[in-house]
């Protein structure tokens, strides 16, 4: 158990179980793009630990960079995201590949790949090491995911509540 501001929280997914998925994550993007150099965009803050462990997993040439956002507060979205840092690269005719440690509603996949689609990069796609298929409501399609979880609020490895947790390195949920 593990008390977070004023909330608990239990294990829900181990370190090696994350390892697992990441680098099963790094070697099918691997398989993908052997013959050219994508350009992996982070989703900042909450995808930093997944990048860092992505990246050291995927074998070939890569580039990377970020992005931020923020829509989260507490555990309630606001509905409404702003961009923070935006993108500064030179897509034309890149492989992007967004990085996301969770897609929940969509919404912020939705803005970041309404900014992509303004440049001019060759692909678009999206990898998260975790989607909640129950809340995704978008028709956007996510090309490489790490694991499916059921509508439950998760924080470490990069995810916080109100700020802390992101340093954790396994994954825990929000007691009921
Ligand atoms: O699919 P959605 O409902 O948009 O939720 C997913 C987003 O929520 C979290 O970010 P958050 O906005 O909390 O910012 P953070 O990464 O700085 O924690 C997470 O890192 C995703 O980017
Ligand atoms: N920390 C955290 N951030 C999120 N953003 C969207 N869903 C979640 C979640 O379950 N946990």
Redesign the pocket.
Known sequence: MLQIHDRIFEPYISKKEISKAVKKLAKNIAVDYKNETPLFLG?????FMFCSDLLKAYQNPCEISFI?????EKTQ?TGQ?NELIGIHENLTNRTVIVV???????????KIVALLEKTSAKTIKIATLFL?PS??NKDIKINYIGMEIPNKFILGY???YDGLG?NLSEVYVLKD
């Open positions: 989703v900042l803050n909450g995808s931020k956002l923020a829509s989260y979205s995201v996301e440690d969770i897609i929940d509603t969509g919404n912020t996949l939705e909640k809340v995704y990069g995810m916080d992101r």
